[in-house]
C-alpha cells in the first residue's frame, strides 16, 4: 500500500536551518508530483512546497520562498525540503503528500495520498 513516512522535524531556533525528509513506499514514485503541507495549531493545513515528477518543475508559498527549496531523489524515493532562515511562524506540523496530477500545485484536494506528519518548532 502507499506509504509517506516524514521524518527529520525537531526545535531549533529563529534562524537555523533544517532538512524534514519523506520515504515513498508502495507506488512508483517518479510517476507523481510530490508536496509538502504545514499545519500549525488552530489552523487549517497549508500548502508549502511542490515539486514535478520529473523534478524540473517546483512551486512554493509566497511565505516560504527564497527560504525553502524542495527537492526529490528518484534512486531513493524520497523527497526532502531544505528549510533556511526559519521563523516561529513555520512552527507547524510539516506533512508529505502525492498528487498524479503533473504539474506541482497548491490545493490540498488535489493530493491523494498523506504522512503523518513531523513536528517542526522554531523557538524565537
Known amino acids: 500500500q502507499v506509504q509517506l513516512v516524514e521524518s527529520g522535524g525537531g526545535l531549533v531556533q529563529a534562524g537555523d536551518s533544517l532538512i524534514v525528509s519523506c520515504a515513498a513506499s508502495g507506488f512508483t514514485f517518479r510517476s507523481y508530483t510530490m508536496g509538502w503541507f504545514r499545519q500549525a495549531p488552530g489552523k487549517e493545513r497549508e500548502f508549502v512546497a511542490a515539486i514535478s515528477w520529473s523534478g524540473a518543475s517546483t512551486y512554493y508559498a509566497d511565505s516560504v520562498k527564497g527560504r525553502f527549496t524542495i527537492s526529490r531523489d528518484m534512486a531513493k524515493n524520497m523527497v526532502y525540503l531544505q528549510m533556511n532562515s526559519l521563523k516561529p511562524e513555520d512552527t507547524a506540523v510539516y506533512y508529505c503528500?502525492?498528487?498524479?496530477?503533473?504539474?506541482?500545485?497548491?490545493?490540498?484536494?488535489?493530493?491523494?495520498?498523506w504522512g503523518r506528519g513531523t513536528q517542526v518548532t522554531v523557538s524565537s
Open positions: 503528500a502525492r498528487t498524479g496530477y503533473t504539474n506541482p500545485r497548491r490545493d490540498l484536494n488535489d493530493y491523494d495520498s
